[in-house]
Structures are given as C-alpha cells and as structure tokens.
C-alpha cells in the first residue's frame, strides 16, 4: 500500500500510505503526486511537518474565526470529554445543549430564538429545507413544497442542498433527486461591477427574477428560496445594494420562506454576528456551522423564527415527536462546549468589532493589488476578500491553483489561499493583525508575479 514519492513531497507525507484516504473535494490523484500537509496550528499560522510556518488566509475552510487551539476552547473540550463525553438528545437531553441554544438564541435576529442543531452547515440545509416544508403543512399548506436557489449557490453535498445548490458540476451527475427546485441567477456581473469595494452598485434587478419564478411555479407551491447573504464558496459573489431588499420583499409578498444560508457569514466574518445583522435583513430560517464554535468539533445550526417553531411543535398532538428530524451528534455535548468557548472568546476579545474595524485596512490592501499580472477583478465586503484571475486560455481554473500551490510552498512568508477556479478567496481568522494583512496580500502579489 505504500505509494512511491515522487520528489518535492515531505519527509512526512512519504512516511504514510496515502491509497487510503479517499479525499473530500480533492483531485486525489494529483495531490497525492505532492502532497501538502498540516500538522500544528497556533493563533494566525499553521505549521508542516518539517516545520515550515504558513499564514493562514482562510481561517482553515472560513471557519476558524477566533485563530487556531485557543486556550479557553482546547480547555473546555478537555474538561469536557473528560466529564461526559456523550449524550443522547433524542427524549433526554444535557445541560450544555440548552445553554448552547440560549448563547446562539441571544446573539441571532429579533424573532428568530428557536436553534436546532446539526453537525454541518450540509445538515443544516437540509434541516432548513425540511423546516420550510414541515412548516407550510403544519398550517394547511401542503402543496408549498418547490425549493428556489441561486445559480452558483453552495449549501453543502446533503441531498436537499445539492438540489437548491447552484454549482453545476456538483450537480450534474445526480439528475434523478433534482426535481422541485429551482434557481434565479448569480449577481455576478463583472461588466458593471468589477473592483467595486463592499456592495456593487448594480444589480438589484437579479432579484426581479424571483417574481418570474413565483408566476411561472404560483406561489402555493412555493415552499422557500434559499441563498447565501453573501456568496463564498462559489468565488466571492457580494450582493448588489438592494438586492438582498427585493428578494425579502418577493418572498413576504407571496408567503414564502427567505433562509439564509450563514455558514460563512455566521460569526463575526462582516463584524457582526451574523449577515442578516450586517444587511439589516431578517431571514424566517438561518442556518450555520463552521465557526460556531470555532470549528473544533463538527457542528451547525439552524435558528428558527419563532413561529416557524411554535406552527411546527404546536401544531402536533400532545406528546407526539412534532418534528421528525435530528442526528445522534445534535448537540454533541464536546461541541456544545467548544461552543459555549468560543463564543465567550468572541466577546472576551471582542472579535466582531475587531473584524468591523479592520475591514477598511483589509479592503484597501487587497485593491492594492489592482494592476498586477491577471487580475480581472477584486471584491471584499467585512473580513472577505476574492480576486478573479483572467482564465489561461484551453486551462480554466489552473492559475488560480498555482497561486494557491506557491503561496502555501513558498520558503519565505508562505500563506494558505483558497482558490475556485480562478477566483482566489480569503478569510482570515479575525484575530489577523494589520502586517499580517500585508504579508498575506504580498504573499498573492508575489505569486501572481511568478505564473504566467
Ligand atoms: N453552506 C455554505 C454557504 C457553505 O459555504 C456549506 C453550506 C456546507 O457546510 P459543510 O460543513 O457541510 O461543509 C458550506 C461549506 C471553500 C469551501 O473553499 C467552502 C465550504 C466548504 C469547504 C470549502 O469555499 N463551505
């Protein structure tokens, strides 16, 4: 089972076997011609193993908001595990998972104090999606059972977020669980917007797309449009002033459910609590994961608005299951506990306002790299940044992973980018400091200096 190393790969990853580990989201064959490898994490870096310090661009996958192994939240999980390490929470429960629930209930949107929690941002899709449905039968309204998502939407691999997901390739070998959905689309319009700092200007009028939908679909079979508040994975696409307005307006209009999608937004990364605070909009379902509680243990919610809740659970006969839905690791005591943490680590540090208060920095030293070799486009809104590369020609997407490969391997200030196709992303933990931001953009100016 042991693989030849070609060489460039690390002293360490030739010491695995690395047939095994089928990769999430990875080209596995290529990678594991040269692997890439983590093995310490602290604050702002990561480590590999022969020792090399990278800079982390991404708070690991957007969700290691308050910086790598904090203290307080290694601590609690110890402390944790050692106390109880499991749970069930199917008709019993633990003290942790109420006071988790009240700590999220506090921070989210008035009227939304109702959290249900998963392992996964892909769980709470799901979940959400199945709230939506649950929540129009329970009032006598059956037939509202179509999903709407965006084009170049992402809500996890789960089936329900599959479907509503508007990414084609995640698509498009799974047609048969695809029917009742459909998408408006991307508000990415490089034409009118590209630089823009914060909110583009134009393109409101995605938005309109909705009501074509809502006449083409009628309304009573409408169960909910879902969409990220501000899209990440699919490149860094923010929503033009106003847009986010008409969509909360169509959805009131006709009675359909507005879920936002908050497992990137969630948690300080525009300096608020959530988008919804950011954009002053308030979704009926917000879901979220990843750094809820700083992603030390898998975990993710959905909040409710309260009615949504109250027509569910009220709606039942006394003493029935109201809502059959729920996972063995719901509020998984450990999880809970890193919660409870990393969120009092939020406040402790005051890490939303710090996000606030260094975004105009965090802009301005990404836009800095306007001008260099094939930079199409930059976008930024709170502590997000994306850069669009121009595609090589026959080879999209390839720039953007060189950049990513030369960042990370660099032997002087080495940095972790994301990369989607040709569009780079970055979302640093929100304890960066402002050199770090330097260093960080240098490291894209550097790379961006050596490809072609
Ligand atoms: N919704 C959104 C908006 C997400 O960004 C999910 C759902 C799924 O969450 P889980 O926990 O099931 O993976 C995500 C995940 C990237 C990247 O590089 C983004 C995600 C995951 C991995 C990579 O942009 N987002």
Redesign the pocket.
């Known amino acids: 089972m042991k693989l030849e190393h070609p060489m460039g790969s690390t002293p360490a990853a030739a010491a695995l076997s690395l047939e095994e580990w089928w990769m999430p989201?990875t080209a596995n064959r290529a990678f594991k011609r040269a692997p890439r490898l983590l093995s310490r994490a602290e604050g702002m870096y990561y480590y590999t193993p022969e020792g090399r310090q990278v800079l982390d661009g991404?708070a690991g996958?957007?969700c290691v908001n308050a910086g790598h192994s904090r203290q307080p939240i290694v601590e609690a999980v110890q402390q944790q595990v050692a106390t109880m390490d499991f749970a069930p929470a199917f008709n019993m429960a633990h003290p942790l998972g109420f006071q988790a629930a009240t700590t999220i209930a506090k921070m989210a949107p008035a009227g939304m104090q109702r959290v249900f929690f998963t392992n996964?941002?892909?769980?709470?899709?799901d979940t959400a999606i199945k709230m939506a449905i649950a929540y129009h039968r329970a009032r006598g309204e059956a037939s509202r059972r179509i999903i709407i998502g965006r084009e170049r939407?992402?809500?996890?691999?789960?089936i329900g977020?599959t479907m509503a997901g508007g990414i084609p390739g995640n698509r498009k070998h799974f047609p048969a669980m695809m029917a009742g959905v459909d998408h408006i689309r991307a508000t990415h319009d490089l034409a009118r917007n590209a630089f823009s700092k914060g909110q583009p200007a134009h393109g409101a009028e995605f938005a309109d797309e909705l009501e074509r939908l809502v006449a083409f679909h009628d309304a009573s079979n409408i169960a909910a449009v879902i969409v990220?508040p501000m899209?990440?994975?699919a490149g860094v696409l923010v929503p033009p002033k106003g847009y986010l307005e008409k969509l909360r307006a169509t959805c009131d209009k006709h009675g359909i459910l507005l879920i936002f999608?908050?497992?990137?937004t969630g948690f300080g990364r525009l300096g608020t609590p959530f988008a919804s605070h950011y954009f002053n909009i308030t979704p009926d379902l917000l879901?979220c994961?990843?750094a809820i509680n700083n992603a030390t243990i898998?975990m993710?919610a959905v909040i409710a608005r309260n009615e949504i809740h109250d027509a569910i659970v009220n709606g039942a006969p006394e003493g029935q299951i109201e809502f059959l839905h729920g996972y063995t690791y719901s509020a998984h005591p450990m999880a809970c506990a890193a919660l409870l943490a990393t969120q009092k680590l939020y406040v402790d540090d005051g890490l939303f306002e710090r996000a606030r208060e260094l975004a105009p920095y965090f802009e301005q030293a990404l836009h800095s790299l306007k001008g260099a070799p094939h930079v199409i486009d930059i976008r930024n809104l709170g502590l997000v940044g994306g850069i669009e590369l121009a595609p090589r020609d026959g080879a999209v997407g390839k720039r953007g992973a060189e950049v990513h490969i030369k960042c990370f391997s660099a032997d002087k200030n080495a940095a972790l980018v994301?990369f989607?196709g040709d569009i780079l992303?970055l979302s640093p933990p929100l304890i960066i400091e402002r050199a770090q931001i330097d260093a960080l953009v240098d490291a894209i100016r550097g790379a961006l200096a050596t490809i072609d």
């Open positions: 989201f991404t996958l957007w996964s941002g892909s769980e709470s899709a939407g992402y809500h996890g691999v789960n977020g990220e899209a990440g994975s999608d908050e497992v990137i879901t994961a990843k898998p993710g994301r989607t992303a």
